[in-house]
């Protein structure tokens, strides 16, 4: 691996243990094993070393769902218990201590203050959202509409982010898989009128 790489990984594993915030660019240098002028050299600033850094994590995550969306379910596709299986996917990766995840947190806590992070993370919001649409009804991500993505979509990516947010700021009482299935159920029942 040259610079370039060592600087990028580097930067991710500093991203995992400090988030953006936190991380200076000696931290990347010293985890890298590379000096201070390579950041500018190849990345032009540690901020967009650090967004360079973040799309990586999250397009790795991401991989894991797109080489195969139905991997492991073994419930039928559209159904409350195919939701609370792909909701325990999630929320287990979530609860991983160096999830990449709760970075998105940060994310939106910055603001503007990194944009070309923050539009990233707007257009893989809306990717996601075609991607949890694969795993809950067991199809191809190619197949799903772009009317699917802009509702059922965007209602998961938000469901996404709020679990995000909870496991960021109080994980004891965040909601497990099955609370969250049992609450949709609860909606169901309420919109047919069954309450």
Known sequence: MGHREDLLEGAKRCLLAKGFMRTT???????????????????????????????????????RWEEDPVAGFTSPPGSLERFEEVWTDVITTVREPDSMWRLSIEIIAMGDQMPTVRDYLAKAQSEGGRGFIAMLMGVEESTV???????????????????????????????????????LRRVIKAAAGEV
């Not at 660019?25 to 540690?46: P, Q």
């Not at 650090?50 to 397009?59: D, F, Q, T, V």
């Open 25 to 63: 660019a000696r931290d990347i240098v010293k985890e890298s094993g590379t000096n201070l002028a390579s950041i500018g050299y190849h990345y032009g600033s540690k901020d967009v070393l650090l967004a360079e850094a973040y799309i990586a994590l999250i397009s790795a995550a991401s991989e």
């Open 145 to 183: 509409s772009d009317e699917e993505t802009a509702t059922l979509g965007k209602f998961l990516t938000t469901l996404m982010t709020g679990l995000i947010a909870q496991y960021s700021f109080a994980p004891e009482t965040a909601p497990t898989a099955q609370e969250l299935t049992e609450g």
